[in-house]
């Protein structure tokens, strides 16, 4: 107890002849017109571009200025600190939520960036305003004492005697009066913890170390992966598709799931979630549909609930229920019918009824009467003569008659209508016989010599074959490999493919934005890296002077760059271009040996070298 007092008395007395220089923070606001950040632009171990801090200070001397440093919270990192201009100038990583700033004489201060309504981004600047105070320690006797939570998970709530503290990073501290505390500690998901804790000792700080209990579960869902792909997921009434993947949390209880698919039967299932549990769901979808095959005997479309399905036949999946189906044909009345389809279809052929013409009727007579009548080149009888169906649209009609020269025209037919016609025929001429006067033979005509220079341009160019074998790099960086082949004459072609067989760079899981942010949330990105190339083109080739040729191609091209995180696959969109190839380039041609160089680009986002070398036959 002497032991106490006397230790007692040497900190009051130490109290009493300290004196120090404390600082405080004026003010936090973003610079939204300042290019500091952008100008000079610096990554964190993440590769993450960072943000700048740009302190200024007030009555704070160049000494003590030179004398703070800085902290972050888990998630971020102090990059780099300088002093430019009499500011303190700090690059950190986006995101950054508390800035702890420390200084040996001064003491130190975290400031929350959600105290001032500020979210920390890549490349942007904010100013904060540090000003000195002079102040003075003088206690006579000790009745504080500090009181620390440490809090698991972090972003539990705390209330002490009703009053909520706040919690940075799971740790909330204050120096309270002595006495007994009553504090909560709760969290979506997590059990409550209530308790007390007595504060009286002078000489160590109270520290409570607490971690809730998980009051959820994890839900997975398994089945066939094709069907369930295109399935609507939902769990209790939200979406639940994240739970094909992955297992995803849930409180623990009960909870409703649901599987819609529109050729599947609906499937409800309750499940129940027990505490840090995973449960797995093994969803099997019963068929609602029918694959069967529409056909109508003709060169009809088959049309299904006003969608064109196919001409003649269709064979496909239709859902269990009602449809409308017609046949369509050209100068017909659509024929329309309802077929209800059920499950137990499969494999039937449904016969569909065949659009019946559009008919109009002909009346026809002529002068002199009894002409034969031909239409379309089929004999229908004698003038005068009344068809009663023929069908809508254009028809020929031919008149023949003995003595009279044959009438040919066209007419057209109307659906539900009478066309009269009325025709005179027009009497032939009597034909005269004039003797044929005898020919003369004709002299076999004598072949014109071809001039030497004429035959040698008749005997043409000779048509060359070539292929080589390509390779191509672009400061991507990506190089790939593949062939040409053609063929040219004066005028030639060629077709070429090219590829680095980086397949594997198109199974990425999910697309960065532009800072390589997924989702809102910054991954972590270990480096590695895949790349896909892929280029199909085809293009023309001229001869320039022998022995250069001039080559110019379009086609299809490829470019996908993904990043790995620990658990996924994470296409860069900067770096990724699918679209339309372009190369231009030059070919010679070396005693049966041949040599090519392409600029090839993707999209105009990239351009890449290609060199050839092959052979001439």
Request: hydrophobic content about 40%; charged content about 25%; glycine content about 8%.
């Amino acid at each position: 107890m002497r032991l106490r007092f006397l230790l007692l008395l040497a900190f009051t007395a130490l109290a009493l002849t300290m004196k120090a220089q404390d600082y405080k923070v004026l003010s936090m606001e973003s610079l939204p017109l300042d290019m500091t950040a952008r100008e000079h632009i610096k990554q964190d171990e993440r590769g993450r571009q960072c943000a700048v801090f740009r302190i200024a200070t007030q009555n704070i001397t160049p000494e003590q200025r030179a004398g703070f440093h800085f902290e972050c919270d888990w998630n971020s990192f102090v990059v780099e600190r300088q002093i430019v201009d009499g500011q303190i100038w700090v690059w950190v990583s986006p995101g950054l939520k508390t800035l702890k700033i420390k200084h040996t004489t001064l003491g130190q201060w975290d400031l929350h960036t959600s105290n001032y309504a500020i979210t920390v981004e890549a490349l942007h600047t904010y100013k904060i305003v540090l000003q000195g105070t002079a102040t003075a320690s003088n206690a006579n006797a000790i009745t504080k004492q500090f009181l620390v939570f440490d809090i698991s998970p972090k972003d539990a709530m705390l209330t002490v005697n009703g009053t909520p503290w706040p919690v940075i990073d799971g740790i909330a501290q204050k120096m309270v009066d002595f006495g007994t505390y009553e504090y909560r500690i709760e969290v979506k998901d997590y059990h409550v913890i209530t308790g007390k804790v007595d504060v009286y000792d002078p000489d160590n700080k109270v520290t409570v170390n607490k971690s809730l209990a998980p009051a959820f579960g994890y839900l997975k869902i398994e089945g066939d992966r094709d069907i369930l792909s295109r399935a609507s997921v939902y769990i209790d009434n939200a979406n639940g598709s994240d739970a094909l993947q992955s297992p995803q949390r849930l409180g623990s209880g009960q909870h409703e799931v649901r599987v819609l698919h529109p050729m599947y039967q609906a499937y409800q299932q309750t499940v129940t979630i027990k505490d840090n549990e995973t449960y797995t769901l093994k969803v099997n979808l019963n068929a609602n549909f029918a694959n069967v095959t529409l056909k109508v005997d003709a060169n009809a479309e088959i049309w299904v609930n006003g969608e064109k399905k196919g001409i003649r036949s269709w064979t496909g999946n239709l859902e269990a229920g009602s449809y409308i189906v017609e046949c369509r044909m050209k100068d017909c009345k659509p024929s329309r019918e309802e077929k209800n389809i059920t499950a137990d279809m499969t494999g039937q052929t449904l016969t569909l009824q065949v659009p019946q013409p559009l008919t109009g009727m002909l009346v026809l007579n002529s002068t002199p009467a009894m002409a034969e009548i031909y239409i379309d080149g089929e004999r229908k009888g004698e003038t005068p003569m009344r068809i009663n169906k023929l069908n809508v649209g254009k028809h020929s009609l031919r008149l023949v008659k003995e003595g009279y020269k044959p009438l040919n025209k066209s007419f057209n037919i109307e659906d539900g209508k009478t066309l009269e016609l009325e025709e005179k025929m027009e009497a032939e001429a009597p034909v005269v016989v004039k003797p044929e006067k005898p020919k003369k033979e004709d002299k076999p005509k004598k072949p014109k010599p071809v001039p030497v220079i004429d035959s040698i341009k008749m005997q043409g160019e000779k048509s060359v074959w070539f292929a080589t074998a390509n390779a191509a790099y672009s400061l991507a960086p990506q190089a790939s490999f593949g062939f040409s082949v053609g063929q040219v004459k004066r005028f030639g072609w060629f077709f070429s493919a090219m590829s680095n067989f980086g397949f594997k760079a198109m199974q990425y899981n999910y697309t960065a934005d532009a800072n390589g942010y997924v989702d809102g949330e910054y991954p972590y990105y270990t480096g590695e890296k895949c790349s896909l190339r892929i280029s199909v083109m085809g293009g023309a080739m001229m001869k320039a002077a022998e022995p250069l040729y001039l080559r110019a191609g379009v086609g299809y091209g490829m470019r996908v760059k993904s990043w790995y995180t620990k658990d996924n696959l994470v296409k860069m969109p900067d770096d990724s271009w699918i679209g339309v190839d372009v190369s231009l380039g030059a070919q010679l041609h070396l005693k049966g040996f041949v040599i090519s160089l392409e600029a090839v680009t993707t999209s105009f986002k990239d351009v890449e070298a290609k060199v050839g070398v092959g052979y001439a036959f």
